[in-house]
Every structure is written in structure tokens, then in C-alpha cells.
């Protein structure tokens, strides 16, 4: 079994995965598409994101590794709704794969999710099968 790496078969099985999670249609899922604001991924509909790419691309996905919740709900790192350059500093640190500076613009906990976009995934997923 060849090992799949070339970016437009790491998209074209992320597409897959999120047509299905999200029965969305394929033409929805393009690159620049946010997870929530595009495709109106719901916080329960990253699970099942997560299990699909990890049986497609045999990885295996820690908790909060794709989604860092954990920071988002951690006083040290939020106030008053906002993510403060401590918490910034950490998710750029746990999420090297995502595009933050939109977020860091205004980096209230509830906007990550919707700048989370189609090609951070395969980002990540391409930071993961080189890792």
C-alpha cells in the first residue's frame, strides 16, 4: 500500500471525511471553507471529524491535539472570553498546522472554531503523517 502524501489526495480524503461527518456537499468542502462558519460543524461533529481521518490516513489523533479545548477553558490562558498571549503563544505551539492571525485579530474562545478552516485540516494531517 503506497503511503499517501501528495497534498491533493491528503485534501481529497479530508473532503471525503467531512462530507460525511457534516453532510455537506463536496463542492462546499474547499480549502479556504471554516469548519463552523462554512460548513456548520457543531463541537459534537469534531469526534466523529477526528475518528474519520484517523481511519482514513491511519493516524492516530490525541484528544484536543486537533481541537485544543483544553486551552479554551483554562483561566490561565483565557480572560473574560479571550484568549490572553500566554494562550496564544500555547495554540501556536499546539497547532503549528492552523493559520492563527485571524484569530489573534480577536481571539474571543468562541472564534476559534470558526477560523478553523478546510485547509488547516490538511495541514494538520500532513504535520501529522511527517511526524
Known amino acids: 500500500m503506497s503511503s499517501v502524501t501528495s497534498k ?3 485534501f481529497a480524503k479530508v473532503q471525503e471525511a467531512l462530507v460525511d461527518a457534516l453532510g ?7 480549502p479556504q471553507a471554516t469548519l463552523q462558519g462554512d460548513l456548520g460543524a457543531e463541537s459534537i461533529d469534531f469526534l466523529d471529524i477526528v475518528f474519520r481521518l484517523e481511519k482514513a ?4 489523533i490525541e484528544r484536543g491535539e486537533l481541537f485544543p479545548e483544553d486551552i479554551l477553558t483554562n483561566t490561565e490562558y483565557v480572560e473574560a472570553g479571550k484568549v490572553n498571549a500566554a494562550g496564544m503563544a500555547k495554540l ?6 492552523a493559520d492563527l ?3 489573534a485579530a480577536d481571539p ?11 485547509q488547516d485540516m490538511c495541514n494538520f494531517v ?3 503523517l511527517a511526524a
Do not use: A, Y
Open 8 to 10: 491533493s489526495e491528503i
Open 24 to 30: 455537506v456537499d463536496e463542492d462546499e468542502v474547499t
Open 57 to 60: 490516513f491511519g493516524i492516530k
Open 92 to 97: 501556536k505551539e499546539r497547532m503549528p498546522f
Open 101 to 103: 492571525s485571524r484569530f
Open 108 to 118: 474571543s474562545v468562541q472564534n476559534l472554531g470558526k477560523q478553523l478552516t478546510v
Open 126 to 128: 500532513e504535520h501529522k
